[in-house]
């Protein structure tokens, strides 16, 4: 079986789209197959030695990037070298396969919360994702709640998505604190003690809410730093002013992009960790953090309470009094920390990528034998 992968989020900094295909790829190189070869394309040149090296792949760059050329001439192109059993899209189905077809789409944050946005964007996913997810042959997603909302936006049959949840990497695990304490002051300027968020710097996040929570706190903490690690994306501008008007620019670090070779470093060195998303499909940093043994809070109304179920505070990420509160339960309760972080230990441990490669393997091959 020949199976083609758009692996064009990596090298990407896109997070956690970046994060599923390594580790996708990862374990699909290592999970026994049966003879099967995977054609991955690319885009960016520094992906390339992050794909690792297997005899069941054949790296294609695909040039040039634009997703205006890749997606409806030069995938088309590929597909007529390469005879692919299946193709395995990132959202978008491209035009003229001559395969099946599977598409991942973690969510469709886009159809409910259009502000977060840009229009164009918007449009773009809302006329062509939605065209993608009934043309495809099957779909992957990333939890329970992304499959029941895809279904129902969508108008698609549920048996046509299959569930495969993400899980953190193998250099997520407890670690000595001081000493990811002094790397992260060596290597960033980071002093400790602090609060962590990691993840795109942009609306949907939540983060003016959290910053708003946090200034209610600042004269009640020690000495706790809040730090964002994440690439600044569409309307992050805002987030930074709103942080100058609650004059807490001593108070909060923005990190930019941080490699995921760092991450587990960030993790172990913070008191605690904020994720406090609007909406997400899966919410991979919550089980990074959880897999670090940090207790963690992060917000319901979406796939998060799903993915953290009894091991996380969840709190209501549309209230800033409701975060606020939460902030002061976790610091201000040593015990909750410490029984938050040893539950999220548990919880961490059920969720794994190479499950994740399994069952996807296991789509290709049904669709493959599928008439």
């Known amino acids: ?22 580790q996708l790829l990862k374990h699909l190189a290592s999970i026994p197959t049966n003879g099967n070869r995977y054609v991955i394309y690319y885009t960016n040149p520094a992906a390339a030695g992050r794909i690792p090296a297997s005899e069941k792949f054949c790296l294609k760059r695909l040039w040039p990037a634009t997703p ?19 193709f395995h899209a990132q959202y978008i189905i491209p035009p003229f396969c001559n395969c099946k077809t599977v598409t991942t789409i973690p969510d469709i944050a886009y159809e409910h919360y259009p502000e977060f946005f840009t229009a164009f964007y918007r449009l773009r996913s809302q006329a062509l994702i939605r065209r993608s997810a009934q043309r495809a042959d099957h779909i992957i997603t990333v939890s329970d709640y992304s499959k029941n ?9 549920p ?19 001081v000493q990811c304490q002094e790397q992260v002051t060596r290597k960033y300027g980071i002093k400790t003690p602090f609060l962590l968020y990691v993840g795109r710097i ?37 987030i930074e002013e709103h942080l100058k008007a609650l004059d807490l620019e001593d108070a909060v670090v923005f990190t930019g992009y941080v490699p995921s070779i760092d991450l587990p470093f960030f993790y172990n060195a913070a008191e605690a960790f904020v994720y406090p998303s609007v909406f997400e499909g899966f919410g991979l940093p919550v089980i990074e953090a959880m897999a670090c043994g940090l207790p963690v809070l992060t917000s319901y109304g979406s796939s998060l309470e799903e993915v953290a179920g009894d091991a ?16 002061r339960k976790l610091l201000g309760d040593q015990s909750l920390r410490l029984k938050l972080g040893r539950a999220g230990l548990a919880r961490s441990a059920t969720f794994s990528f190479k499950n994740t490669a399994e069952q996807t393997a296991g789509v290709y091959e049904r669709l493959a034998g599928a008439e």
């Open 149 to 157: 909302d895809i279904s129902t936006t969508y108008q698609v049959d």
């Open 159 to 177: 048996d046509k998505i299959t569930v495969t949840y993400e899980g953190a990497g193998p250099d997520f695990f407890p670690r000595d604190k």
């Open 1 to 22: 079986m020949r199976v083609g992968i758009d692996a064009h989020a990596i090298g990407s900094e896109q997070s956690g789209n970046e994060t599923y295909y390594e």
């Open 312 to 327: 996380a505070l969840l709190v209501d990420p549309l209230s800033e009094e409701a975060m606020a509160q939460g902030l």
């Open 68 to 86: 205006f050329w890749r997606v409806p001439v030069g995938f088309p192109l590929e597909f007529r070298i390469d005879k692919l059993d299946v």
């Open 202 to 238: 942009q609306e949907r996040k939540n983060l003016r809410r959290l910053l708003s929570a946090y200034a209610r706190l600042k004269g009640e903490l020690a000495d706790e730093k809040l730090v964002l690690v994440g690439k600044k994306d569409w309307m992050s501008e805002s």
